[in-house]
């Protein structure tokens, strides 16, 4: 079992940016997949975007591509997702989830940090 711990999250101008971590613990395996995945107020939770464990390869939903980057440090076993050009649409709950396989499906991963706040005004 893995488990995940986020950075807090935050308040940003529309137009800025945040990067968000989350420290991971616990047994993982190379092929293990991470995500990024959000949450905002009366939405269901919904795909950011996910990084192989091992081998880096990434996928983005289509709203954050270009804005967002997620990256891993294995040698810290931390996860990152560096948010540029936020809108006040990307206000919500981040969390992060490991799992098994790499998919845009929450019920795909099987560990859950705890999520984080972060609020974009306007």
């Known amino acids: 079992q893995v488990h995940l711990v986020e950075s807090v999250g935050g308040l940003v101008q529309a137009g800025g940016s945040l990067r968000l971590s989350c420290a991971t613990s616990?047994?993982?395996?190379?092929?293990?997949?991470l995500g990024w995945f959000s949450q905002a107020l009366w939405k269901e939770r919904e795909f950011v975007a996910h990084i192989l464990w091992n081998g880096g390869a990434t996928h983005y939903a289509d709203s954050v591509k270009g804005r967002f980057t997620i990256s891993r440090d294995n040698a810290e076993n931390t996860l990152y997702l560096q948010m540029n050009s936020l809108q006040p649409e990307d206000t919500a709950i981040y969390y992060c989830?490991?799992?098994?396989?790499?998919?845009?499906?929450?019920?795909?991963?099987?560990?859950w940090g705890q999520g984080t706040a972060v609020t974009v005004f306007s």
């Open positions: 616990g047994r993982t395996f190379s092929r293990d997949a």
């Open positions: 989830a490991a799992g098994p396989i790499a998919t845009t499906n929450p019920l795909g991963f099987v560990s």
